[in-house]
């Protein structure tokens, strides 16, 4: 990173002195200037701007200094108890994905979870497993700090638990979570509510306590005695399992010889029990915080990009959870809404048309996306009585239906209904306003000074903008389609309705918020 603080030399007034003490050599002025020449290239090449987020954040280059001593009650704070916290990113779906996975590490391990905010739409980037081209566990811990104390700053902060509904595990005890804010203002003794309240105008010593939290809680200066395991194995060298195979067995995925050669690589993929590496009797144990990156994984030629973890044949407890977490329903002011939009806007059997169009690989995929609806729509022309009740889930704006099959389908009024939601709808305002007020994601179980800091947050981190709850609502509708569900191929919005549909979140009854 760019030392701001460098002094650099007045050129004219060097040039000066040395004018003075030598006059010996006809080419000391233009050897001089050919000089300043080059390194004003030389500046101007490698100096890069730096953002205002980063200035919450420490680089790689950070010299190490001794963060045991700076933060002696990061070990003692919490009595005993230890947590596990991992860098979120990309989309909400594949964040979701990346909870329960979490969830699943942290009971295997005994640790509680640090339940981190939902990061704004592909703000934090993985990369590629399949490809062996990713951030490592330090660079996304680095990047998903940065991002969380921009959006602590922009008071726009929503906490995963303040969507997702995770009250039954809670009450279960099959897992222990704590808000991140929460935990950031224990561990590092840090006035979470002044960033909030200053916004930009943070105080210098503040920013300078947020680059320590934060250098220590990313492991940028690697592990801190028994403070903080960074755990810096990710995709491209291990598969994390539970009880299933012998540890440290070669996984059946791993890059092929073409890719070796190509992009001079040497990963070797191996299968790690996560309960022998990081849980009793590891390393890792005594540590009061342990910092993975990225938890996701996806099935790949016959393997697990990251974590394979389907049952555990010895652990009645953690297959109970495995079953639990493959459905983690909305909060009850998002799955009722949902609902009564089903039954008291339509009003009648309805299919769901999930169209996703102009993000990623979908934008040129439009024909196939179309004429799978339109497949879909003939059968039921077919088969019922009309005008058949759609509702409409897409990213494209309806301005810009006209001369699309969506276009052709909003002007057959007399054989399709169509149905849908903006983020502006008074609805999906109310629904919003509700979540902001409820704050789901800081009513867990109390710590040690735990109620002074959520007190805090409450009062000084309020949202200024509204929540965009429009994709949670959208997903409840089209689980409660009853003449089907039209899915966009490859899209983990649709593998996330399908889930909801499978387990009838529309067919249990209206729910109440919970309260622990």
Not at 97 to 124: C, G, Q, W, Y
Not at 152 to 178: E, G, T
């Amino acid at each position: 990173m760019f030392n701001l603080n460098r002094t650099i030399a007045n050129p004219k007034l060097w040039n000066k002195r040395n004018s003075q003490q030598s006059r010996r050599s006809p080419l000391f002025f233009p050897s001089i200037f050919l000089i300043s020449l080059f390194f004003f290239f030389f500046f101007f090449l490698t100096y890069t701007p730096i953002p205002n987020c980063m200035i919450f954040s420490t680089s790689l280059k950070t010299v190490n200094v001794a963060l045991t001593h700076q933060y002696p009650h990061c070990e003692t704070r919490f009595h005993g108890e230890k947590f596990l916290w991992y860098a979120p990113h990309s989309g909400f779906s594949n964040q979701l994905s990346e909870f329960k996975n979490a969830i699943l590490m942290a009971s295997i391990l005994n640790r509680t979870l640090i339940v981190s905010p939902i990061l704004d739409h592909h703000a934090v980037a993985l990369g590629s497993c399949p490809k062996f081209r990713v951030q490592s566990p330090k660079e996304i811990r680095i990047s998903v700090w940065d991002h969380i104390i921009e959006l602590l700053r922009s008071r726009r902060y929503v906490s995963m638990a303040d969507i997702i509904d995770i009250s039954s595990l809670l009450s279960s005890s099959l897992v222990r979570a704590i808000d991140f804010r929460v935990f950031v203002s224990l561990w590092c003794d840090l006035n979470v509510d002044l960033v909030c309240s200053n916004g930009l105008n943070v105080p210098p010593s503040l920013v300078e306590s947020l680059k320590q939290c934060g250098s220590l809680l990313s492991g940028i200066d690697g592990n801190i005695n028994q403070c903080l395991y960074a755990v810096d194995e990710d995709c491209r060298t291990t598969v994390w399992t539970y009880q299933n195979g012998v540890d440290g067995m070669l996984d059946s995925f791993q890059p092929d010889e073409q890719l070796k050669k190509r992009k001079k690589i040497s990963y070797v993929r191996r299968r790690r029990d996560v309960y022998k590496t990081l849980g009793p009797g590891s390393k890792a144990e005594s540590a009061t915080v342990l910092a993975f990156g990225s938890l996701f994984t996806a099935p790949y030629k016959g393997s697990e990009l990251y974590i394979d973890i389907q049952n555990a044949p010895a652990d009645p407890r953690i297959n109970a959870l495995i079953n639990k977490i493959e459905f983690l329903p909305f909060v009850p002011e998002i799955v009722n809404l949902g609902k009564q939009f089903a039954s008291q806007t339509i009003k009648a059997p309805f299919l769901c048309a999930q169209l996703r169009l102009l993000d990623g690989q979908f934008k040129n995929h439009w024909k196939a996306t179309f004429l799978g609806l339109r497949q879909k729509l003939d059968s039921l022309r077919q088969a019922g009585s009309q005008p058949i009740h759609i509702f409409v889930m897409t990213d494209l704006p309806q301005g810009n239906w006209t001369g699309s099959y969506l276009g052709d389908l909003a002007m057959d009024s007399a054989n399709f209904k169509l149905y849908f939601l903006g983020e502006n709808d008074l609805l999906v305002m109310n629904t919003a306003k509700k979540l902001a007020l409820a704050r789901h994601g800081l009513r867990f179980k109390s710590f040690p000074g735990s109620m002074d800091a959520v007190a805090k947050v409450e009062k000084h981190c309020s949202l200024d903008i509204l929540p965009d709850v429009l994709l949670y609502i959208e997903e409840t509708i089209c689980s409660c389609a009853s003449l089907g569900f039209v899915r966009t191929t490859g899209s983990t919005i649709a593998q996330s309705i399908e889930v909801m549909r499978k387990f009838g979140l529309c067919s249990s009854p209206i729910r109440t918020a919970f309260a622990l």
